[in-house]
């Protein structure tokens, strides 16, 4: 068919084209409101929501769901990304602090403030973890991500001292918040005392060689 014929019937060769595009939107709709219900009903609490849970809240039946994500993993490497995503961004954000040891005090506070927003999601991918490849290799590279900041602010000889080193950097960890604001009880700000006077024992204490 010449070019003329077809400037002629510009309807017949759009409709296929604009059905497929239809139908490509449905779909990425229909996953953006799976991905959603369960972001909101693990924020609501729910640490392992069924798979009927999340396509009655996201108004889709159930096969829909398992065209979207061949399995529950993932839809939880979804929810990883989101606990990435806040994390990245607090290591983007600038420290406050002049010196070193008033950054590594301040990444406390930094650090507790995101734990109170991905908790849900990092409790929910701990339960999880253990049988999810793709969570497991998130959480080890947020973890080392961890490591090399807290690495980066501390002087080297502070740095190089091992023993101290991991006790910081446990004391700055998810799991160590968590027992505080979940286990013992306490509130954010008690929370972010406690370890700030641990660790700054710990940064005040003499280097050994």
Do not use: C
Request: no cysteine; charged share 30%; net charge positive.
């Amino acid at each position: 068919m010449s070019s003329a014929a077809r400037n002629l019937r510009p309807g017949v060769d759009a409709a296929p084209e604009v059905a497929i595009d239809g139908r490509r939107r449905r779909s990425q709709d229909s996953r953006a409101r799976i991905v959603q219900a369960m972001l909101e009903l693990v924020r609501e609490g729910g640490v392992s929501p069924s798979a009927e849970l999340v396509a009655a809240r996201a108004e889709v039946g159930l096969r829909t769901v398992f065209r979207h994500f061949k399995d529950l993993d993932s839809l939880y490497s979804e929810m990883s990304a989101v606990i990435t995503t806040e994390l990245m961004a607090l290591v983007h954000t600038p420290f406050k602090g002049e010196s070193w040891r008033e950054r590594v005090l301040e990444l406390v506070e930094r650090r507790g403030w995101a734990y109170e927003k991905i908790a849900p999601f990092k409790r929910a991918s701990e339960v999880h973890r253990h049988q999810s490849p793709s969570l497991a290799v998130d959480n080890a590279k947020m973890v080392e991500i961890s490591r090399e900041i807290l690495r980066a602010q501390l002087p080297a000889e502070l740095a190089k001292d091992r023993i101290r080193f991991e006790a910081m950097d446990l004391l700055l960890s998810f799991d160590a918040w968590n027992r505080l604001r979940r286990d013992q009880d306490l509130s954010p700000k008690r929370a972010t005392e406690v370890l700030q006077v641990v660790l700054a024992g710990l940064l005040d204490a003499p280097v050994k060689d």
